[in-house]
């Protein structure tokens, strides 16, 4: 059975930092391209950042410079570093494993950024 659990979510100041974390687990980790998706209240879900398996990342836009997502193969674990955050960060914040053209989810965790 595969489980995604999502992790570190709350509510924080604008301009604050939080950390999320994905423990993934039923999966052999090390190969899955692990992401980090968001939905804000009324809005499509949209990606917020990837790593591949050998660890190539991508970001959407608005969080370059911003958002660093990494891996721990060891633990099963990835993360998304989140600094400087905006008010127009808030939302659920969902944690996906895809390899080939599967798709697992977790349940998701609520940012909420305050202005």
């Known amino acids: 059975q595969v489980q995604l659990v999502e992790s570190g979510g709350g509510l924080v100041q604008a301009g604050g930092s939080l950390r999320l974390s994905c423990a993934a687990s039923?999966?052999?980790?090390?190969?899955?391209?692990m992401g980090w998706y968001r939905q804000a209240p009324g809005k499509q879900r949209e990606l917020v950042a990837a790593?591949?398996?050998?660890?190539?990342?991508d970001y959407a836009d608005s969080v370059k410079g911003r958002f660093t997502i990494s891996r721990d193969n060891a633990e099963n674990t990835v993360y998304l570093q989140m600094n400087s955050l905006k008010p127009e960060d808030t939302a659920n914040f969902y944690c996906?494993?895809?390899?080939?053209?599967?798709?697992?989810w977790g349940k998701g965790t609520l940012v909420t950024v305050s202005s």
């Open positions: 996906a494993a895809e390899k080939g053209g599967v798709n697992y």
């Open positions: 039923g999966i052999i980790f090390r190969l899955y391209t």
């Open positions: 790593i591949t398996r050998l660890g190539r990342t």
